[in-house]
């Protein structure tokens, strides 16, 4: 082997003794998994320069340093007793010797990382796997090998593909599916929340990083596991919205009619009308399921009875954040559809009367109110005679009074709302509306 690989083996050495060290003065677990034992034999003690062991030990320390940066955002117990001070010196020495990799001839960042993923992916992949719940060949459930291996190897691999897979950037986006993909998958098969969440995680970093086509080979198998995950308990239920969201709409944009829109939204729906005062679910899918409307556009019409149901619910809730949510998610609606076919008119024109009124004893009133007055101004401008009659009973309420005059400016407004929608397209040989702002 070259002197300057000599040299790297060196820098590694340096490098991890000081991390060692601070290691062997840390707290000791009461886990049944020592992080700590599983951290020690990854970093380089040997004095000696073995050239063979040279790639075996560049791919430890890093997957060490991968640990150990990646606890700064962890809550789980198996990684809560690192220091910031050691997460902080496994950050720079990676970065150190991943710039002295560059000068001897390597890649440095996210390079030396892309070049390590053929060799991790695969470990990890597997390590994950110990603990899940197997399937035996007839279909029923078995769960010996989470018995014989306990989950928290499972944790530790989780939290390390994320961080492996979220130092890609998008040069290397083909080679990140390809390697990443498959361990993803498995992380999100797998029975424990921590490790889902993980997998979550790095789905979405994927999916935001990549052009839709390098997912296509994948995309059934990565959609399918986001439907299975959307039963997902709450701690990572805002991670699967998320992800389900993000993926479907990457990659079935232009598609509105896509069986995959309606097997997402549909289960979203059915999870979150059996849990409709969980505050927690109601909250997240608000705040991600907008790109989904708009991916559906018009087709959204088929799916107003299980919707404005939830909307009817959550927009007298106590908080806030759900009332502005959802009034916001109604304006995107009306938008997009400009909600013709619907028996819901009458409806939504109560609700919001009577939710401009509760709103005085709100934080937000003003916020409220001023969503208030623009969902009806936009429905006066979509439905005319209907609103005109839906409104006939609030007209008089001099608690209402602030509302009248927008509503009389509609017709001078009309044209340039329309200008904004942009929002008239073909499909099927059929005039639809949907919105591109």
């Known amino acids: 082997m070259s002197k300057s690989s000599s040299d790297l083996y060196e820098l590694l050495l340096q490098l991890s003794e000081p991390i060692s060290e601070a290691l062997s003065k840390a707290p000791s677990q009461s886990t049944a998994v020592s992080v700590k034992s599983l951290l020690e034999p990854l970093l380089p ?7 063979a062991n040279l790639r075996a030990s560049i791919r430890d320390f890093t997957l060490a340093c991968a640990l150990l940066s990646t606890s700064q955002s962890s809550a789980h117990e198996l990684l809560t007793w690192i220091p910031k001070h050691l ?34 992916m695969p470990v990890l992949k597997e390590r994950i796997k110990e603990s899940s719940i197997d399937k035996s060949a007839d279909g029923d459930e078995v ?49 424990s929340p921590e490790v889902k969440g993980q997998g979550m995680i790095s789905f979405i970093h994927i999916v935001k990083s990549v052009d839709a086509a390098h997912l296509a080979w994948c995309q059934d198998a990565i959609l399918d596991a986001c439907r299975q995950n959307i039963a997902s308990s709450d701690e990572i239920w805002h991670l699967v919205v998320e992800m389900s969201v ?3 709409t990457r990659t079935q944009q232009s598609d509105p009619r896509s069986a995959w829109f309606d097997k997402i939204l549909n289960e979203m729906l059915s999870h979150l009308e059996r849990q409709p005062r969980n505050k927690e679910r109601r909250v997240a899918w608000l705040r991600y ?20 149901p939830l909307f009817f619910k959550w927009i007298h809730a106590d908080d806030d954040e759900t009332v502005l949510l959802v009034l916001k998610q109604i304006e995107t609606v009306i938008k997009l559809t400009w909600i013709r076919n619907t028996p819901y008119v009458e409806r939504l ?32 401008q979509c439905k005319g005679l209907q609103f005109e009659e839906a409104w006939g009973k609030h007209r008089n309420d001099p608690n209402l009074a602030t509302i009248a005059p927008s509503l009389s400016e509609r017709r001078s407004t009309m044209s340039s709302v329309q200008n904004e929608m942009m929002c008239r397209y073909e499909y099927d040989g059929r005039a639809m509306f949907e919105c591109y702002q």
Not at 88 to 106: H, I, K, P, V
Not at 351 to 375: C, F, G, M, Q
Request: aromatic share 10%; with cysteine; glycine share 6%.
């Open 45 to 51: 003690r040997k004095p000696n320069f073995d050239g």
């Open 87 to 120: 997460a902080a010196a496994a950050d720079s020495a990676f970065l150190e010797f991943s710039r002295a990799y560059s000068d001897y001839g390597g890649k440095s960042g996210d390079g030396l990382v892309a070049e390590l993923m053929a060799e991790v």
């Open 143 to 191: 769960s010996a090998a989470s018995a014989r291996v306990p989950v928290g190897f499972a944790v530790v691999a989780a939290y390390q593909f994320r961080w492996f897979v979220t130092q890609i950037d998008y040069s290397h986006s083909g080679k990140l599916c390809a390697l990443a993909v498959p361990c993803g998958l498995t992380a999100l098969d797998h029975w």
């Open 246 to 248: 993000l993926v479907v």
């Open 289 to 308: 399921v907008e790109p989904l409307f708009i991916g559906v556009g018009l087709v959204l019409l088929a799916h107003f009875r299980r919707i404005f």
């Open 349 to 380: 024109v109560d609700e919001l009367a009577t939710l401009h009124k509760e709103a005085a004893l709100k934080r937000s009133r003003e916020e409220i109110r001023n969503l208030v007055s623009r969902i009806l101004i936009l429905l006066h």
